[in-house]
């Protein structure tokens, strides 16, 4: 079994705060002004993508490497889980934060904006949790 490479975790873990740093910069507005704004949802939207798409390559990177290869981004975090590097809360907001990924990039159905807006204000402080979790790695 290799290494986890921190670096690359590491990297990961920039991108992602680099998105977010757009994400709650976007989220001060309401949902009304956001919705109305298209440049800004459009933004909101993808800095999204970009901060779950980070969670998901870090959890593929690391579950691989602790030789749990997942199946889909829901068995990823919860490789994570069964490793005691995430507990089961978070687990599933992460998978749901995957779900809603799926929507944006594959636009499965007309994507409610507004709901958008509401996860991702409800669901922000996944994100620095998953980071802290990640210090129980031995690297």
């Not at 986890?4 to 507005?29: D, G, T, Y």
């Not at 599933?92 to 499965?108: F, V």
Request: glycine content about 2%; overall charge neutral; charged content about 25%.
């Amino acid at each position: 079994m290799s290494k986890i490479n921190i670096e690359r975790v590491n990297q990961f873990i920039s991108e992602m705060n680099e998105a977010l740093k757009s994400v709650k910069s976007i989220l001060e507005s309401s949902t009304e002004d956001i919705i109305q704004n298209k440049m800004q949802l459009d933004i909101l939207k993808y800095n999204l993508i970009i901060a779950i798409q980070a969670t998901i390559d870090i959890c593929y990177h690391v579950s691989g490497k602790l030789g749990m290869a997942p199946q889909s981004y829901k068995d990823c975090f919860k490789n994570l889980t069964e490793l005691g590097i995430i507990d089961k809360y978070l687990s599933k907001r992460l998978e749901d934060l995957a779900g809603l990924r799926n929507i944006l990039i594959h636009l499965y159905w007309k994507v409610d904006n507004a709901l958008v807006c509401k996860t991702a204000k409800e669901n922000l402080d996944c994100f620095p949790l998953f980071v802290k979790s990640l210090a129980k790695l031995d690297v």
